[in-house]
Nanobody, 127 residues
Framework: QVHLVESGGGLVQPGGSLRLSCAAS????????MGWFRQAPGKERAFVAA????????GCAAAVKGRFTISRDNARNTVFLQMNSLQPEDTAAYYC????????????????????WGQGTQVTVSS
């Protein structure tokens, strides 16, 4: 059974940083593009960032561009989300997801493209 386990969430002051990790097991990690999504209370799940199978290309939502960076380590079956200059509006549960791709250079910002999801990690930005 595929497992995606997020970690690294917590409470941080505005302007602070966090690094989220997502460890994958029971899948061939390099066959999957990986994505991060977030969901705030009362809102729909929203795309944050995604990265291709090899990590060659990536993309992110306009709301986090220049502040968040996605990366991956295929040797460790792990994807990361470095979050800098955090703001209260970044408060949400953050989920990682795996999207099996035939194409090396592709990623998706659509939740329905993703095959597996983690349980989420809470990020709260507050003074």
């Amino acid at each position: 059974q595929v497992h995606l386990v997020e970690s690294g969430g917590g409470l941080v002051q505005p302007g602070g940083s966090l690094r989220l990790s997502c460890a994958a097991s029971e899948l061939t990690f390099s066959d999957y593009a990986m994505g991060w999504f977030r969901q705030a209370p009362g809102k729909e799940r929203a795309f944050v960032a995604a990265i291709s199978r090899s990590g060659t290309i990536s993309g992110c939502a306009a709301a986090v561009k220049g502040r968040f960076t996605i990366s991956r380590d295929n040797a460790r079956n792990t994807v990361f989300l470095q979050m800098n200059s955090l703001q209260p509006e970044d408060t949400a549960a953050y989920y990682c997801a795996a999207d099996r791709r035939v194409t090396q250079l592709a990623w998706s910002d659509q939740p329905e493209s993703y095959d597996y999801w983690g349980q989420g990690t809470q990020v709260t930005v507050s003074s």
